[in-house]
C-alpha cells in the first residue's frame, strides 16, 4: 500500500517528551542498559530504544514518565542528568536547527 506523499522514506518516530512525531533523524535515540541510559544519534541499533528531541524541555517531559513508560521501569534522576549533558554536547556540535 502507498501512502501519499507524506512518506517519503524518512522514518517517522514519536518523541516521548512532547509526543510529537518527526524526522528519525531530527531526533536522539536513548537506550537503557540497566538502570544506566544511553544517547545515540540516530543510526542503527539493535535493541530497544526511545525516541527525543534534543532539547531540554522534551527531556523533562521525558524524565516526567515519557521514559520510564517506555522503558516499563523507573528511571533513575541522575540517568537524567546524564544523558542531558550528552544530549547538549550534540546539540553544540550539530549545526542542525
Ligand atoms: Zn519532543
Given amino acids: ?6 512518506n ?14 518527526d524526522d ?3 531526533m536522539v535515540r536513548v537506550t537503557r542498559n540497566g ?3 544511553l544517547v545515540h544519534r540516530t543510526k542503527r541499533l539493535q535493541g530497544r530504544g526511545a525516541y527525543l528531541h534534543p532539547r531540554s524541555s522534551c527531556l523533562t ?3 516526567k514518565g515519557g521514559l520510564s513508560r517506555s522503558f516499563r ?3 533513575p534522576n541522575n540517568s537524567f542528568v546524564e544523558i542531558r549533558e550528552q544530549i547538549l554536547e ?8
Fill in 61 to 63: 517531559k521525558a524524565q
Fill in 1 to 6: 500500500m502507498i501512502t501519499g506523499s507524506f
Fill in 90 to 97: 550534540m546539540r553544540s556540535e550539530g549545526s542542525d536547527e
Fill in 8 to 21: 517519503k522514506g524518512t522514518p517517522q518516530r514519536t518523541c516521548v517528551g512532547c509526543r510529537q512525531r
Fill in 24 to 26: 528519525q533523524g531530527a
Fill in 73 to 75: 521501569t523507573a528511571i
Fill in 35 to 37: 538502570s544506566c541510559l
